[in-house]
Every structure is written in structure tokens, then in C-alpha cells.
């Protein structure tokens, strides 16, 4: 764990979108499938039309094989979106492709509840599993059978 850049120091906050700032650290469990959830009930990008603010909690749900990632980086890079112009959609996608490139996950959910802007929320979700491993069947079922009723939404 000495590697780890962000973890124990100050924070030096990126203003523009920075996967760079993703850390990992070893599975102490790679034998166990085990869930790991984050859940960032503060997380903000701009519309990349509007330039205006949009809101949500995003939730990141993971099975790690032989990578996790770092909670501090997570909050950095998360927070790194705020002058980012991406929609919704885009947001949580990239999430979902840039923790895949850096951990390599068996299986990983991005969940984003934004909130109303024009009296609609948008709140996309995505999905992988690692190919060539029964998560692959896990990640079409879940996707299949995704229910987003009913829920529970804390932060509108």
C-alpha cells in the first residue's frame, strides 16, 4: 500500500475529467466473488450543451478479482467530472469503461440517480461481466432483468 499517491495526504482536486488519478491495491480475497458498493451521493458534471450543473448519486457496484480501487482515488476521480461535459448516459459509461480498464473486475454495475433538470430525471445504468466467466451470465441476467421500480431515491 506504500504506492498509493492519494491515501493519508492532502487532496490536490482535479477540475477536469482525470482517470489518471485512479489508484488500485491487491484483493487480499481474490478466491471470494464478494460485492463491493460505493455509493456518491454527490457527484457532478455539466451538460455538455447547456454548460449547466447537473446532480446525482452515483452507485458503483463491483466483484474485484485481482485489483480494487482506492476509495480516496474513487472520490478524486469522481470529483474530477465537475467541469466534464458529458451527458448523463456518457457519465456513467465512462465510469463503468474506466474502472474496467483499471481493475479488471469480474463484474462491475454503475447505477446514476441524477437528478430533475426540466421536469425529467434521467437515471442510466450499465453493467459487465468479465468474458469467459460465468459473470458474463450474470451480467445479461441482471441487465434483463434490471428493476428500477419500484425505488427508493434519497437524493431528489
Given at each position: 500500500?506504500?504506492?498509493?499517491?492519494?491515501?493519508?495526504?492532502?487532496?490536490?482536486?482535479?477540475?477536469?475529467?482525470?482517470?489518471?488519478?485512479?489508484?488500485?491495491?491487491?484483493?487480499?480475497?481474490?478466491?471470494?466473488?464478494?460485492?463491493?458498493?460505493?455509493?456518491?451521493?454527490?457527484?457532478?458534471?455539466?451538460?455538455?450543451?447547456?454548460?449547466?450543473p447537473d446532480f446525482a448519486a452515483i452507485?458503483?457496484?463491483?466483484?474485484?478479482?485481482?485489483?480494487?480501487?482506492?476509495?480516496?482515488?474513487?472520490?478524486?476521480?469522481?470529483?474530477?467530472?465537475?467541469?466534464?461535459?458529458?451527458?448523463?448516459?456518457?457519465?456513467?459509461?465512462?465510469?463503468?469503461?474506466?474502472?474496467?480498464?483499471?481493475?479488471?473486475p469480474r463484474y462491475i454495475e454503475v447505477?446514476?440517480?441524477?437528478?430533475?433538470?426540466?421536469?425529467?430525471?434521467?437515471?442510466?445504468?450499465?453493467?459487465?461481466?468479465?468474458?469467459?466467466?460465468?459473470?458474463?451470465?450474470?451480467?445479461?441476467?441482471?441487465?434483463?432483468?434490471?428493476?428500477?421500480?419500484?425505488?427508493?431515491?434519497?437524493?431528489?
Amino acid at each position: 500500500m506504500d504506492d498509493l499517491k492519494s491515501l493519508g495526504k492532502s487532496s490536490d482536486y482535479e477540475f477536469s475529467y482525470n482517470p489518471a488519478i485512479l489508484e488500485t491495491f491487491d484483493n487480499r480475497h481474490p478466491a471470494n466473488d464478494y460485492w463491493v458498493k460505493f455509493n456518491c451521493p454527490e457527484f457532478t458534471s455539466l451538460c455538455p450543451i447547456t454548460g449547466q450543473p447537473d446532480f446525482a448519486a452515483i452507485y458503483i457496484s463491483y466483484i474485484p478479482d485481482i485489483k480494487m480501487v482506492e476509495s480516496k482515488s474513487l472520490k478524486l476521480y469522481l470529483f474530477s467530472f465537475r467541469n466534464h461535459g458529458g451527458f448523463h448516459e456518457d457519465c456513467v459509461n465512462l465510469i463503468m469503461k474506466d474502472l474496467i480498464k483499471l481493475m479488471d473486475p469480474r463484474y462491475i454495475e454503475v447505477w446514476g440517480k441524477f437528478t430533475p433538470r426540466g421536469g425529467i430525471s434521467i437515471d442510466p445504468w450499465c453493467n459487465y461481466g468479465k468474458p469467459d466467466t460465468k459473470f458474463v451470465a450474470m451480467a445479461e441476467y441482471r441487465l434483463m432483468n434490471h428493476d428500477f421500480y419500484p425505488e427508493k431515491v434519497d437524493n431528489r
